[in-house]
C-alpha cells in the first residue's frame, strides 16, 4: 500500500519496539505498582504521539525531496506518481496535531502541560530538517540522530521516577534514569554512523540537486573515515559500560554486548573500510539497522540481568 510505503511503516514498528522495550524493561520494574505518569494507557499515548510525529516526519521528507529521491531511488517514489502532493501535506498537518493532542493528554494530567513543547520541537525539528538541514554539512545527520535518541528521552521527561539520580557509576545500571541515557547515547551514535552511510550511498542524486552532504563537501574517503571514528567511540564505549558492569558482578549484558554489538561492529568496520559504491553503502547501511537492533533487544537481557 503506498500510504504505508510513504510513512515507512517498518521504521515505525522498530520506534514502537524501541520505546515499548524501554518502557516495559526499564520504566516499569523500577516502579512500586504502576509508574507514576506513563502508566499502560498514557505509554500508549506518548508512544502514538511519537510514531505519528515520525510518519508526518517521513511524509514531509518525501514531499520537499522528490527529485532527489527521483534520481537515487526512482522505484521508491510514490508521492505525485501514485499519492497527490496536496493529500500529503494535508496529512502531514492533520498527524501532527493529532500527535500534539495526545501528548498533550498526558501532560495535563502530569500537570505540566509545558511538556508538550517536545514534542513540538520534534515536529519543527522535522520540518527544518527536510527543508534546509538535511541538504547541509553534518547539521541534517545530527539532526536526525537526536531525534532517534529522543524517542528514548521522552520517557524520562514524562514519568518522574526515570529522572536520573547521583549513585555512583558502579551502580548507575540500578538507574533507569542512567539506562534510558545510556541506550539514547548507543542510538545517537549507531543512527550518526547509519546517516553518513546514506549520504554516501545517496551522493549522487544529492550533488545533483544542490545538497552539500560530509560525501559532497569533504568526499567518500573522508566520510568513511568519520564514520567509522565514530564506530570507535561506540565501540570504546560499550567496553568501558560492559567493564563497568563486570565490576559489579554482572556478566549477562556485558556478554550479549559483546556477542551481539562489539564483535558485529567490529566485523562491520573491517567490511566497511575494504571497499565503496553505492551497492555497498547500502548493505552497510542495513547491517547497521540489524546492530541497532541487536542493541534495542539487549533491554530484555537487562530486565532479566538487573530486574
Known sequence: MPWLRLIRWKNLLIIFLTQLLAWWCVVVPDAPFVPDVLNLQNFLLISASTLLIAAAGYIINDYFDIKTDAINKPYKVVLETVIPRKQAIIAHTALNIFALILAGIVAV???HPEWVFLQLSCTLLLWFYSTDFKRQYITGNVAISL?????????????????PGGM???YAFSDKGYVLL???????MLTWMREIV???EDQIGDEKTGCMTMPIKRG???SANFTLALAAVVIISLVVVSLVMLRGHF????LYFTLLLLIPLLIWCFRFSKRSGTNHYHTASSQLKIIMLSG????????LEFR
Open 198 to 200: 546514506k549520504d554516501m
Open 109 to 111: 494530567q502530569a500537570h
Open 296 to 303: 534495542i533487544c539487549s533491554l530484555i537481557i537487562y530486565h
Open 168 to 170: 555512583p557509576l558502579k
Open 182 to 188: 545510556f541506550y539514547a547515547y548507543f542510538a545517537f
Open 220 to 222: 567518500l574517503q573522508y
Open 147 to 163: 531525534l532517534t535518541a529522543l524517542t528514548l528521552l521522552i520517557l524520562i521527561l514524562y514519568e518522574p521516577t526515570a529522572h
Open 251 to 254: 556478566w549477562q549484558l556485558p
